[in-house]
């Protein structure tokens, strides 16, 4: 008979704990399975680990190409499993504690070109309420840079959206409110739509869907995709794109930073500096066609 201190029966124990103490979904009681037992192959004997092995193990699966995700995963459910041996097995410290997985490189948000942007949003030539609507949305999106979030919880007579100013006032992460420009193509799109929005009774949403009931995220998405389809842009267009767009060209054009951090509603200015990135980019792919020591032979 195997003894107490077993790893297998360890994790065994850990792993039945955790499916009917925590009712931990299938799918991630597998990830922690894998994760268990591919430390108990590293090292076996559970109590000697010691956390310069814990690093040369995430070292050597990093090499082995699993990702910084992957990694971050993998070291969340060893130090869970330590925290239930010291709990019910009177383990001593937990050698996993402190140590983190490589950082995940950041990547770009997508943005669209000018140009591509200037082709999404032309007017339809047909105009049922559902494009009008489209219209001011999508509009809407870009010269503020709202997040999705953002339009829906829109209300059509709540003082936050004033086309007479030219400003729409949002609250966004952290609870936090932000007052934003709104571009004269959004001002006359979206007094179309006042005009043209049918709502089921005592419905306040600005935007409605066919039943005149708040619009949904997963529509408003969806709706986009078809525009950009009809209009013969090859990329995955969401909505989330055109914030990002809105951020990148009024850098482009400014160049003022901390104007498109208020706009955007960053807490911290390192989050709007990607989109210098994007910049930058865009200036590369300008030196590279142009610069005479830059062509290739």
Do not use: C
């Not at 597998?30 to 109590?47: C, E, M, Q, S, V």
């Not at 983190?100 to 309420?129: F, G, H, I, M, N």
């Not at 829109?154 to 004033?162: A, E, H, M, Q, S």
């Amino acid at each position: 008979m195997r003894s107490r201190s077993d790893g297998p029966t360890l994790a065994a124990d850990y792993l039945n704990a955790l499916e009917h103490q925590r009712r931990l979904s299938p799918a991630t009681l597998r990830n922690y399975a894998h994760a268990i037992h591919a430390l108990l192959n590293f090292h076996g004997d559970l109590k000697t680990l010691e956390p310069a092995q814990v690093r040369r193990f995430i070292a050597m699966l990093h090499g082995k190409g699993l990702s910084p995700r992957t990694l971050a995963l993998t070291l969340s459910a060893w130090r869970g499993f330590y925290r239930w041996l010291a709990r019910h097995r009177d383990f001593g410290a937990n050698p996993v504690l402190g140590i983190r997985a490589p950082k995940a490189a950041r990547p770009l948000p997508k943005a669209l070109s000018v140009e591509s942007t200037q082709q999404l949003l032309s007017a339809e030539k047909e105009d049922s309420p559902s494009t009008i609507r489209d219209q001011a949305m999508f509009e809407l999106l870009y010269s503020s840079g709202l997040r999705l979030g953002e339009l829906i919880a829109l209300n059509l007579d709540d003082g936050r959206l004033d086309l007479r100013q030219g400003e729409v006032t949002v609250t966004g992460k952290g609870s936090k409110t932000r007052t934003v420009p709104v571009g004269a193509r959004a001002r006359e799109a979206l007094a179309a739509w006042m005009n043209a929005r049918r709502a089921a009774p005592g419905e306040k949403a600005l935007f409605v869907g066919a039943r005149g009931r708040r619009i949904s995220a997963s529509a408003v998405g969806a709706r986009l995709k078809q525009w950009a389809r009809r209009r013969g842009l090859h990329e995955r267009v969401h909505p989330h794109m055109l914030r990002h767009s809105f951020a990148s060209h009024v850098l482009q054009s400014s160049q003022d930073l901390r104007a498109v951090q208020e706009m955007l509603g960053h807490a911290s200015i390192s989050t709007t500096q990607v989109y210098t990135h994007l910049d930058y980019q865009a200036l590369a792919k300008v030196y590279d066609a142009a610069h005479p020591r830059a062509k290739k032979k």
